[in-house]
């Protein structure tokens, strides 16, 4: 089966063409980030001006690379949700809309389940069940998934996202945006243990996360070193981001242990940072559990995660309908 997957959830219009949900023949993405990066973050109307001028473009472009017509596909599967709502109808409208008028099947497809859905476009995926910690911009949560479409959330986070506090801090200290890959960088120069800031466990017998606190301590940091922080930014990165990976790593690690399965999977944005894959590899390796974690290029949005998830939707017979529409929050198993 050939999907047509499209994903515009947010800062980035994406088109793939996926075959039988494992085998990319064809992933295009068209990123925003010089259109945001003045601002800091993504800016809601910029992003859906800028979807409806490259969706077109982008599911030709990804068609063309696959060698395919649009009549060679057999359906469509499109982000429904969550994520900015003025971004999801620009890729949604035009999925339903352009898979009525060619006769295919389409599907709604949840972003968070895509990015599940990106570890099976790997060489090595994880077999069921296993523990995924999904780390973004926009989310922060822990699952148990048991068969391609049965995922249970088992923790999340209660105030902002990893991702959205690197890019908080990020701009907090002057870095630019996106904050994950300039923090992971600049923190190659510093040293993690100078500037020790709070892990935030919350109930360690839980699997929450909290990183409000954590944005609020670096804050702190800057306001009262007025004079030197500036010279000590490599150092205030590198203990900001020790401080994230350290808790996603014990969350994970918990997770793991409370329902004694051996492998594990990292996705999501945050799922590229360096730090977090290495320390996740080493203190999973103490206790002889497997990782799995997508190739970097497929830890960001991209649409080819949207088309494997929707094989899945469409083999179990789930199919969209006109009436449909996009939501903007909705974690798994709610």
Known sequence: MIILGIESSCDETAAA???????????????????????????????????????????????????????????????????????LLVGFSFARAYAYSLGKPWVGVNHLTGHIHSLFLSSDPPAFPFIALLASGGHTSIYYVTSPLSIELMGRTRDDAAGEAFDKVSKLLGLGYPGGGVISRISQEGRPGRIVFPRAYLDKQAFDFSFSGLKSAVRRYVETHPQTWKSETADIAAGFQQAVVDVLTAKLLSAARSRKCRRIAVVGGVAANQCLRQTLRDKADQEEISVFMPPVDLCGDNAAMIAAAGYHLLRAGKTGELADDVYSTKDLNT
């Open 17 to 87: 063409v996926v075959a039988d949900g494992t085998r990319i023949q064809a992933s295009v993405v068209a990123s925003q980030v010089a259109v945001h990066s003045p601002y800091g973050g993504v800016v809601p109307e910029l992003a859906s001006r800028r979807h409806i001028e490259a969706i077109v473009p982008v599911v030709d472009q990804a068609l063309a690379r696959a060698e395919l017509t649009a009549t060679q596909i057999d359906a469509i599967a499109v982000t429904r949700g969550p994520g900015l709502v003025g971004a």
